[in-house]
């Protein structure tokens, strides 16, 4: 059994990463697992410990840095801290099967330059700017502050989409899953 692969999902926060990963995942030929980051911000309704994330204080965060225990991490907002764990990669890889991460663009090209060839990175772009600040304000989990913080954060975030190994425009929801479905079974099969 060989170990499993990387697929690395960044895009802007708002520009469909979680809805194309939960269809991603239903696919079971693709033998995916995702990879359950640490992070310091609040559950939001419906998330749940050890499913969405592993929730935990700034202290344990600082903790799990310095024991080692985060392959990456980011402050991705003022104060909230997000990270991969080691064990999670691990875990999933020597189990035969494949890691998807959801994780911030930096993140992203922090585990690509890690994983190289063992790593697939997929950049997800939204149409516009316009159009992702309106998925934000529908997805309706977010402040307008927090909404304003992620969208000022996009344009510089799209900027970084040459760093990744593919990208993929989410105009329609259906044509980005199956485009980035077939991106996984090339590089899974190669
Ligand atoms: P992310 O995980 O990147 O922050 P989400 O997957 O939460 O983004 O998507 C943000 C919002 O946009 C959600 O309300 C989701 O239902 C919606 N959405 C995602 N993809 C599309 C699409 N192709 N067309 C319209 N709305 C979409
Ligand atoms: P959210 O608060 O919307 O769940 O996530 C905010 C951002 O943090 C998203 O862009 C998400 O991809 C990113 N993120 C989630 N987990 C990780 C991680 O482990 N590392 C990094 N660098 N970013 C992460």
Redesign the pocket.
């Known amino acids: 059994m060989g170990k499993g692969k990387l697929i690395i999902i960044?895009?802007?926060?708002g520009c469909g990463?979680?809805t194309i990963i939960n269809e991603l995942i239903k696919n079971s030929d693709l033998k995916l697992e995702f990879?359950i980051?640490?992070?310091t911000?609040e559950p939001r309704r419906g998330e749940k410990n050890g499913v969405n994330?592993y929730f935990m204080s700034v202290d344990d965060f600082r903790r799990a840095i310095d024991n080692n225990q985060l392959i990456?991490?980011?402050e991705?907002?003022p104060g909230?801290f997000?990270?991969?764990p080691r064990s999670e990669i691990e875990r999933i890889r020597n189990m035969g099967r494949n890691v998807i991460?959801?994780?911030?663009?930096?993140?992203?090209i922090?585990v690509k330059h890690l994983f190289g060839d063992d790593a697939l990175s997929i950049f997800i772009q939204p149409p516009s700017i316009d159009t992702l600040r309106q998925r934000l304000e529908t997805r309706g989990t977010d402040t307008p502050e927090a909404i304003a913080q992620r969208v000022e954060k996009a344009s510089f975030e799209i900027a970084q989409a040459d760093k990744f190994d593919k990208v993929v425009v989410n105009n329609r929801l259906d044509v980005a899953v199956n485009e980035t479905e077939e991106l996984i079974k090339a590089f899974i099969n190669s």
């Open positions: 960044s895009a802007p926060s990463k979680s990879s980051s640490a992070t911000r994330y990456e991490y980011e991705v907002y909230r997000y990270g991969t991460l959801d994780i911030d663009v930096m993140g992203g922090n």
